[in-house]
Protein backbone atom coordinates (compact mmCIF):
# COMPACT_ATOMS: atom_id res chain seq x y z
CA UNK A 1 0.00 0.00 0.00
CA UNK A 2 1.53 2.98 -1.12
CA UNK A 3 0.53 6.74 0.26
CA UNK A 4 -0.79 9.43 -1.98
CA UNK A 5 2.68 10.64 -2.86
CA UNK A 6 3.36 7.16 -3.99
CA UNK A 7 6.46 6.65 -1.68
CA UNK A 8 6.02 3.39 -0.08
CA UNK A 9 4.60 2.56 2.91
CA UNK A 10 6.80 1.86 6.22
CA UNK A 11 6.33 -1.60 6.00
CA UNK A 12 7.24 -1.86 2.29
CA UNK A 13 10.80 -0.54 3.16
CA UNK A 14 11.33 -3.18 5.21
CA UNK A 15 11.94 -6.50 3.98
CA UNK A 16 9.44 -9.21 5.01
CA UNK A 17 11.24 -11.36 8.00
CA UNK A 18 12.36 -8.04 9.60
CA UNK A 19 8.62 -7.61 10.14
CA UNK A 20 7.87 -11.16 11.01
CA UNK A 21 10.23 -11.02 13.66
CA UNK A 22 9.36 -7.47 14.92
CA UNK A 23 5.37 -9.28 14.97
CA UNK A 24 6.51 -11.72 17.45
CA UNK A 25 8.65 -9.44 19.80
CA UNK A 26 7.31 -8.11 23.34
CA UNK A 27 7.04 -4.82 24.42
CA UNK A 28 10.69 -5.13 26.31
CA UNK A 29 12.12 -6.57 23.30
CA UNK A 30 10.32 -3.54 21.00
CA UNK A 31 11.93 -1.10 23.42
CA UNK A 32 15.29 -2.72 22.99
CA UNK A 33 14.77 -2.75 19.24
CA UNK A 34 13.79 1.03 19.51
CA UNK A 35 16.85 2.40 21.48
CA UNK A 36 19.28 -0.25 19.13
CA UNK A 37 17.93 1.72 16.11
CA UNK A 38 18.32 5.02 17.97
CA UNK A 39 21.55 4.66 18.70
CA UNK A 40 22.37 3.01 15.05
CA UNK A 41 20.66 6.68 13.73
CA UNK A 42 22.91 8.76 15.74
CA UNK A 43 25.85 6.52 14.72
CA UNK A 44 25.16 7.09 10.96
CA UNK A 45 23.62 11.19 11.51
CA UNK A 46 25.80 12.93 14.11
CA UNK A 47 23.97 15.38 16.57
CA UNK A 48 22.94 18.03 14.81
CA UNK A 49 24.48 20.02 17.53
CA UNK A 50 28.16 18.28 16.81
CA UNK A 51 27.51 19.13 13.06
CA UNK A 52 26.81 23.30 13.82
CA UNK A 53 29.54 23.26 16.26
CA UNK A 54 31.87 21.72 13.54
CA UNK A 55 30.37 23.69 10.32
CA UNK A 56 29.97 27.09 11.94
CA UNK A 57 32.35 29.94 11.16
CA UNK A 58 33.03 32.05 14.00
CA UNK A 59 31.71 32.10 18.00
CA UNK A 60 28.85 29.77 18.19
CA UNK A 61 27.06 31.81 21.20
CA UNK A 62 23.40 29.43 21.90
CA UNK A 63 21.89 26.74 19.99
CA UNK A 64 18.03 25.86 20.49
CA UNK A 65 17.03 22.72 19.05
CA UNK A 66 13.30 23.25 17.97
CA UNK A 67 12.31 19.96 16.81
CA UNK A 68 12.81 20.08 13.34
CA UNK A 69 15.07 23.30 12.46
CA UNK A 70 17.55 24.93 15.28
CA UNK A 71 18.08 28.00 15.80
CA UNK A 72 21.67 29.21 16.21
CA UNK A 73 23.44 32.54 16.85
CA UNK A 74 27.07 33.17 16.53
CA UNK A 75 29.59 36.01 16.56
CA UNK A 76 31.07 37.00 12.84
CA UNK A 77 34.85 35.63 13.36
CA UNK A 78 35.76 39.50 11.98
CA UNK A 79 34.42 40.77 15.45
CA UNK A 80 37.19 42.14 17.49
CA UNK A 81 37.71 40.94 20.93
CA UNK A 82 36.84 44.56 22.43
CA UNK A 83 32.99 44.96 20.85
CA UNK A 84 32.48 40.62 21.47
CA UNK A 85 30.54 42.09 24.37
CA UNK A 86 28.58 44.80 22.22
CA UNK A 87 28.25 43.44 18.87
CA UNK A 88 25.72 41.77 17.28
CA UNK A 89 25.50 38.56 17.18
CA UNK A 90 24.27 36.63 13.74
CA UNK A 91 20.71 34.62 13.77
CA UNK A 92 20.05 31.50 11.44
CA UNK A 93 17.88 28.87 11.26
CA UNK A 94 19.66 25.58 10.45
CA UNK A 95 18.51 22.49 8.87
CA UNK A 96 19.60 19.69 7.84
CA UNK A 97 19.49 18.93 4.07
CA UNK A 98 19.49 15.83 2.08
CA UNK A 99 20.74 16.54 -1.49
CA UNK A 100 19.78 13.95 -4.55
CA UNK A 101 23.27 11.77 -4.29
CA UNK A 102 22.20 11.42 -0.76
CA UNK A 103 24.49 13.46 1.07
CA UNK A 104 23.64 14.92 3.74
CA UNK A 105 24.68 18.99 5.05
CA UNK A 106 23.22 21.55 6.71
CA UNK A 107 21.44 24.50 5.37
CA UNK A 108 22.37 27.93 7.30
CA UNK A 109 19.38 30.40 6.22
CA UNK A 110 20.39 34.15 7.92
CA UNK A 111 17.79 35.63 9.64
CA UNK A 112 19.55 38.66 10.87
CA UNK A 113 21.70 40.36 13.72
CA UNK A 114 20.76 40.49 16.94
CA UNK A 115 21.94 42.08 20.44
CA UNK A 116 22.88 39.93 23.00
Same mark, same amino acid.
Not at 33 to 53: A, F, M, W
Not at 69 to 84: D, H, I, N
Not at 98 to 111: I, K, S, V, Y
Given at each position: ?????????? !?? /????????????????????? /???????? @????????? /??? @???? =? @????? @??? =???????????????????????????? !??????? =??? !??????? =?????
Amino acid at each position: MSNADDEPSL !TE /QLPDSLIETLDTLDPSELHAV /QEYVEGRL @ESIHPPLEK /QIL @EDAT =G @EVVDI @EDE =GIYTLVRVRPPAQEESEADSGPISLYHV !TRERHPD =GEE !TLHWAFL =GDVQE
